[in-house]
Nanobody, 118 residues
């Protein structure tokens, strides 16, 4: 059974930082592309950052809105992917989802709430 479990969300003031973590089980983690998506109320889910698997050299991609502030990384030994979020803004408020893909295999986590507010 495949599971993706996010953690690390919470309430933070503007300008603050959070580190999200996604623990994966039931997959050969190193070959999977791992993405972070987010969905704000009333908006579509959007890609925040992604990191490819071992066969693609772990290349990364970022949304323009977070480039330079967010960093995605992975620890294949621990089957985890991380999203370090710095200089957070109120518009970063959303539910953040972990996503795993390999070929036709797609898996989603349950999401973790991030709220940026003073």
């Amino acid at each position: 059974q495949v599971q993706l479990v996010e953690s690390g969300g919470g309430l933070v003031q503007p300008g603050g930082s959070l580190r999200l973590s996604c623990a994966a089980s039931g997959i050969v983690f190193s070959i999977y592309r791992m993405n972070w998506y987010r969905q704000a109320p009333g908006k579509q889910r959007e890609l925040v950052a992604g990191i490819l698997g071992i066969t693609s050299g772990y290349s990364t991609v970022y949304a323009d809105s977070v480039r330079g502030r967010f960093t995605i990384s992975r620890d294949n030994a621990k089957n985890r992917v991380f999203l370090q979020m710095n200089s957070l803004k109120p518009e970063d408020t959303a539910v953040y989802y972990c996503f795993a893909n390999y070929g036709t295999y797609d898996y989603w986590g349950q999401g973790t709430q991030v709220t940026v507010s003073s």
